[in-house]
């Protein structure tokens, strides 16, 4: 088990194989550890700027894609590839919360999982025009074209 | 697709950020490359490029800045892809032309075409609902592009194209792994192979001879996923031609209307690699034995199958494999063999046509009236008690006792069961049979579009679920949609037998 500490000072705890579906993690957990240093698995791993919310909802997406294979698909990112049912709904569940778990997954190092949110964001802005862009994310226009 | 630029985060430091500005600048843009591209070449969405120059000065900045997203256009926006060859730099590129889009419009982008055919730098190139081919123009782009293309893929309006002596010379292609072409009768004088294709589609190849077909393929040994469509009339391949081929990667496999080589391939290829299949009309086979299904096939999709002539279609199942059970329309009459098929003594089926999947799997098993002649209630009973877990039974108006046991046989039992039509009548109706609570435990039961429904039949309903409840078994969910014999009253009493209970569209005040 790996325990991983939010930046909310949550430690949740989790099976080894959800956890290394994280490349961050996975480098941790194979780099030398001194015995010195104190029990591993009561350090536990900092993640200092993913939340237990977040962190909770990637380690859900974790779970459901732990038989997936590392294989060379993993890594590399097909523009076209359709998504998956479950993972659509994953990530549409709740709209601001995919830009804070691409984020996290770009941080952790799970490259399939920002692509999805990626996608999911691209959705969201597709087809629509400046002024819609602005309104849909709050983003202020800090100029005139 | 490296961002020159700095953490944002730390230039906005102090400001309230929409959630989209938090993203680092090498998210966004892999957001905007999304979004512009979409799931298809034909989908892209060009104009969007300009509206996030309009956005703010950061989305501005990085899609000025960022050539890889000025690297697909659209040929019929001239003005378009003046921006595009400039802001992509030297990156490689991607074209798209639409016939579809109008004779006027196309012919701008051939014109476009023409200007920068001598552009080395293409990518991919994607000409869709070609009403003429320029060949000389394609030759020419093409020429310029020979190491580069990795996928070409051309669409030419059926019939349009009388002639097409545009020919790819494939020995020098090293670089394509994509080649789509359809429309085109395809008498290609020279078989080509390209050896580290991964995807091969050919959609009507009327005037090209299978043995030809089997000569390219024998040169593909990287194929992983291979299209043959519509191809009715092609010649078959010469008794020559029964060797076997290796195609050791492939993946995915569909023969859909291309009856020759249909029967012959899943034979005489080897692809150990294919999980996925596609068949369709097997006419051409007398012999069962020419058709072996491979073993490790987890997937098999086909359509009406006539292998066995001259005689009512009947029933038939496939044991494909521990995963996959097929069952098809087929005349197991005069089969000869045991296995995959097992002879079903079945009567006729119904006679509409069914040119989806029809394929019965272990873990999700669809039986429509489609697939089922005359049925009988104890064949539910026993049925229902024999289906894995997530069965989903649907629309079952009346399929034959001897052939569904057939097909379910050895499978447990279910905790969903949906009926409609006449289906949610015989249900109700087994439900009330001897001793159904201990047999049938089902957890969600869907009723729905059953007007001819009778209280008679709902009361028997409702007699099951008080059953379950007073033995402690209650029923989880029950949905009763758009069906007869339910009254406002049933409400109460239903509430009481089920945890969760939806009714709609069954009486005016439907809750």
Known sequence: MVVLITSDDERIVVEDDIAKRSGLIRDLLAAPWDPKDGDREYMGIELPIVSSDVLKKILEYCEHHKEEPFDDTYESEDMFADIDEWDLNFITADPHMAFEIVLAANYLEIPPLVSLGSKAVANMMRGKDAEEICDMFNIEKDFEP | MEPPYESHNSAVEGKKLAHIQTLPTELLIRIFCFAIWSNSPWDSDIPFLGSITRVCHRWKDIAWDVPALWTKFDLSDVRATEFMLEYSKDLRIVLCANGGN????????????????????????????????????????????????????????????????????????????????????????????????????????????????????????????????????????????????????????????????????????????????????HISANRATDLQYPAHFSSIVTSVDDRFKNAPRKYCTLKISDECILLQWYDASQAEVDWPMKKVDAPIASVSMYDGAVSFWKSVLWITPDFCGAFDLLTINELILECPDDTAFDDVASPTKDSLLTILQALPAIPLVRASGFYARILCTVLGSESPVERLPFNHIHLTHSPLLTRSDLLIFQKYLLDRSTQGRRVDRVFIRRCGGVQPTDVRVLRHAASELRIVDCFEDSD
């Not at chain 2, 059926?158 to 395809?186: A, C």
């Open chain 2, 102 to 281: 109008g004779e006027v419009v196309f012919a701008a982008a051939m014109h476009v075409l023409q200007t920068i055919s001598d552009v080395a730098r293409v990518e991919a190139l994607y000409l869709r609902a070609v009403p003429r081919v320029a060949t000389r123009i394609l030759s020419s782009m093409v020429a310029a592009n020979v190491r580069n293309i990795e996928t070409l893929m051309i669409s030419v309006v059926r019939g349009s194209v009388r002639h097409w002596d545009f020919e790819l010379p494939s020995i020098m292609f090293s670089s394509i792994r994509m080649y789509h072409v359809s429309g085109l009768e395809f008498s290609s004088t020279e078989p080509f192979s390209f050896h580290n294709l991964e995807e091969l589609s050919i959609e009507g190849r009327h005037l090209c001879a299978s043995s030809k077909l089997c000569d390219m393929l024998s040169h593909m040994s990287n194929l992983q996923r291979l299209y043959l469509r519509n191809a009715a009339n092609a010649p078959p391949p010469p008794q020559r031609y029964r060797s076997h081929i290796s195609l050791p990667n492939l993946r995915i496999l569909d023969v859909v209307d291309d009856i020759r080589v249909c029967d012959y391939i899943s034979a005489a290829v080897q692809m150990p690699c294919t999980a996925s299949a596609a068949y369709s009309f």
